[in-house]
C-alpha cells in the first residue's frame, strides 16, 4: 500500500530548542517525491522542504533539514531553533510514484508547540 | 511574485444552494489540483489537472462536484446542490512540474447550512 504516516499527534518544543518530527512512508516505486507543509492557525498550507527519492543528500532550506533514511523509509523533519512562530500543523507528503507523479499522499499531521 | 490566489476566502450558504469556488494557477504552472480538508479525513485530492485536461477525477466525491478549468490560468470547482457535509475548507494548488512541489492557495472555508 502506499501511505504515508506521521505517528506524532501533537509535540512540544522549546523556544531556541531543536524539534524532529516523524514521518514514515511506503512505496514500491524506486522513484518518488517527499515533501513537508506547514499550515498555521491563519490556515494557508506552506512548502517547506522536498527531498527526492535519489538525492544523495539530504535536503536542507534554511532551519528546515530533512532526515532521509531510505532503508528505514522514513523522511523526519528536524527544525533547528525553533521561534515561536513555528507552532503550527506539519503535514509530511509524498508523491509514491514517478508513473503518476501528481498524485501527492499526505499524513494526517503533527501540531507542533513552541513554548516560550 | 503573486502565489495562487483562491476566492472567496469564506463562503457560508444554504444547503441546495450553487457554490462556485474559484482558483488563479501560478504564472506559468502546469498542473492543478483541488484538495478538500476536514477534521475527519483530512486533506483528499479531489481532482487534478495537466495543461488544462482533467487527468484524474476518482476523488470527486459525487456528481454534484464539477471542475472546469476553462484556461491555462483558471480554474473553479462547483458544487450544485451544495449539502452541510461538503462544509470543509477547499484549496487549490498548482505545481510547474510533475513531481514537485505543489504550492497551495490560502483555501476557501466553505459552510454549507
Known amino acids: 500500500a502506499q501511505k504515508i504516516t506521521q505517528t506524532q499527534p501533537g509535540m512540544f518544543v522549546q523556544e531556541k530548542e531543536a524539534v524532529t518530527l516523524d514521518c514514515t512512508y511506503d512505496?514500491?516505486?524506486?522513484?518518488?517525491?517527499l515533501f513537508w507543509y506547514k499550515q498555521p492557525s491563519s490556515g494557508e498550507m506552506i512548502f517547506l522542504i522536498y527531498q527526492g527519492s535519489y538525492d544523495q543528500q539530504n535536503a536542507t532550506e534554511g532551519r528546515y533539514s530533512l532526515n532521509f533514511q531510505k532503508a528505514r523509509k522514513s523522511a523526519n523533519l528536524v527544525i533547528s531553533a525553533s521561534q515561536l512562530g513555528d507552532s503550527a500543523m506539519y503535514f509530511c507528503?509524498?508523491?509514491?510514484?514517478?508513473?503518476?507523479?501528481?498524485?501527492?499522499?499526505f499524513g494526517a499531521g503533527t501540531r507542533l508547540t513552541v513554548k516560550p | 511574485d503573486a502565489g495562487v490566489i483562491q476566492s472567496p476566502r469564506h463562503e457560508v450558504t444554504e444547503m441546495g444552494q450553487e457554490v462556485t469556488l474559484r482558483c488563479k494557477l501560478i504564472s506559468g504552472h502546469n498542473s492543478l489540483f483541488w484538495y478538500r480538508q476536514t477534521m475527519m479525513r483530512g486533506l483528499e485530492l479531489l481532482i487534478y489537472?495537466?495543461?488544462?485536461?482533467?487527468?484524474?477525477d476518482s476523488g470527486m466525491p459525487e456528481d454534484r462536484f464539477s471542475a472546469k478549468m476553462p484556461n491555462a490560468s483558471f480554474s473553479t470547482l462547483k458544487i450544485q446542490p451544495s449539502e452541510p457535509r461538503d462544509s470543509a475548507v477547499y484549496f487549490c494548488?498548482?505545481?510547474?512540474?510533475?513531481?514537485?512541489?505543489?504550492?497551495f492557495g490560502d483555501g476557501t472555508r466553505l459552510s454549507i447550512l
Open positions: 494548488a498548482s505545481s510547474l512540474k510533475g513531481g514537485g512541489p505543489q504550492h
Open positions: 507528503a509524498m508523491i509514491p510514484s514517478a508513473r503518476n507523479n501528481n498524485d501527492m499522499r
Open positions: 489537472f495537466n495543461n488544462n485536461v482533467p487527468i484524474d
Open positions: 512505496t514500491s516505486d524506486p522513484s518518488y517525491g
